[in-house]
């Protein structure tokens, strides 16, 4: 029997594809283990096996395996993993601001004018008031996690991380994803002023593998638990029932 829970939509959108990415991953790592054991059979009773199906047989053999591939491709992998789940946590973020915006309009409030054509060019004060919205989401998102931090905590007095260190890690993982995105994962002048605690030298490739990522994970859903916390005591976010349904590889996935 499915159970449910509520939760609200920023919520329920960060653990689906928190989920996601953890099934694709597992499902992945599944996959290279089921062709390694076909490999290995097919290795082993090759000799048995027609003469037509050599060329299937060498090209097994060419390939060296798809373990030694799966090794050879972990770091682009676990790059992929690490840049989803940064992403879907700032995500999370941004769609939690903007219901709080939506239900404390008054939190816009600014000293920023705005002219009268962009005032005209909306059909009603709803329409307005969400294009500023979604203004102060974009202005906010492209300030850096410890500059956005800092704002909300300063501006409206909504705290997103438990101490110093927890913010700093945070930023680092923000900072991480930023260059693998920006500038192919290798260490330069813009991280080691944001990360100043990190040994790399600038010029050095960051390597990573999935044990690291799943640290990665674990300490950005703790970080997501607790803004949801944290958000649902100060703003009293509204909350829906989603009905509660186990995944077939790894874990809960909610589903409305």
Same mark, same amino acid.
């Given at each position: 029997?499915?159970?449910?829970?509520?939760?609200?939509?920023?919520?329920?959108?960060?653990?689906?594809?928190?989920?996601?990415?953890?099934?694709?991953?597992?499902?992945?790592?599944?996959?290279?283990?089921? =062709? =390694?054991?076909?490999?290995?059979?097919? /290795?082993?009773?090759?000799?048995?096996?027609?003469?037509?199906?050599?060329?299937?047989?060498?090209?097994?053999?060419?390939?060296?395996?798809?373990?030694?591939?799966?090794?050879?491709?972990?770091?682009?992998?676990?790059?992929?993993?690490?840049?989803?789940?940064?992403?879907?946590? /700032?995500?999370?973020?941004?769609?939690?601001?903007?219901? +709080?915006?939506?239900?404390?309009?008054?939190? !816009?409030?600014?000293?920023?004018?705005?002219?009268?054509?962009? &005032?005209?060019?909306?059909?009603?004060?709803?329409?307005?008031?969400?294009?500023?919205?979604?203004?102060?989401?974009?202005? !906010?998102?492209?300030?850096?996690?410890?500059?956005?931090?800092?704002?909300?905590?300063?501006?409206?007095?909504?705290?997103?991380?438990?101490?110093?260190?927890?913010?700093?890690?945070?930023?680092?993982?923000?900072?991480?994803?930023?260059? &693998?995105?920006?500038?192919?994962?290798? +260490?330069?002048?813009?991280?080691?002023?944001?990360?100043?605690?990190? /040994?790399?030298?600038?010029?050095?490739?960051? +390597?990573?593998?999935?044990?690291?990522?799943?640290?990665?994970?674990?300490?950005?859903?703790?970080?997501?638990?607790?803004?949801?916390? =944290?958000?649902?005591?100060?703003?009293?976010?509204?909350?829906?029932?989603? =009905?509660?349904?186990?995944?077939? /590889?790894?874990?809960?996935?909610?589903?409305?």
């Amino acid at each position: 029997m499915n159970k449910t829970q509520p939760m609200t939509d920023a919520q329920y959108k960060h653990l689906k594809s928190d989920r996601d990415l953890a099934d694709f991953v597992t499902f992945l790592a599944g996959l290279t283990k089921y =062709v =390694v054991m076909s490999e290995n059979f097919f /290795l082993k009773k090759s000799e048995k096996i027609e003469p037509q199906l050599d060329e299937l047989r060498a090209a097994f053999e060419k390939l060296g395996g798809a373990s030694l591939a799966y090794i050879s491709y972990k770091n682009t992998m676990a790059e992929m993993t690490l840049c989803r789940g940064v992403d879907n946590f /700032l995500c999370y973020i941004a769609d939690l601001m903007r219901m +709080v915006f939506e239900m404390n309009p008054d939190m !816009l409030k600014s000293n920023e004018k705005i002219s009268y054509s962009e &005032i005209l060019g909306h059909e009603s004060l709803e329409s307005l008031k969400l294009e500023m919205i979604e203004n102060k989401i974009f202005d !906010l998102s492209n300030k850096g996690f410890r500059v956005l931090a800092k704002e909300l905590e300063e501006k409206y007095g909504f705290t997103i991380y438990r101490n110093q260190d927890h913010l700093e890690n945070i930023v680092e993982l923000v900072e991480i994803r930023n260059l &693998i995105v920006h500038n192919r994962g290798i +260490v330069n002048a813009v991280f080691k002023e944001r990360v100043p605690k990190s /040994l790399k030298s600038i010029g050095e490739k960051l +390597v990573f593998d999935f044990n690291q990522d799943w640290k990665f994970m674990d300490m950005l859903n703790d970080s997501f638990f607790y803004i949801d916390n =944290v958000a649902e005591e100060k703003f009293k976010l509204p909350r829906s029932e989603r =009905v509660f349904e186990k995944s077939p /590889l790894v874990g809960p996935v909610f589903y409305t």
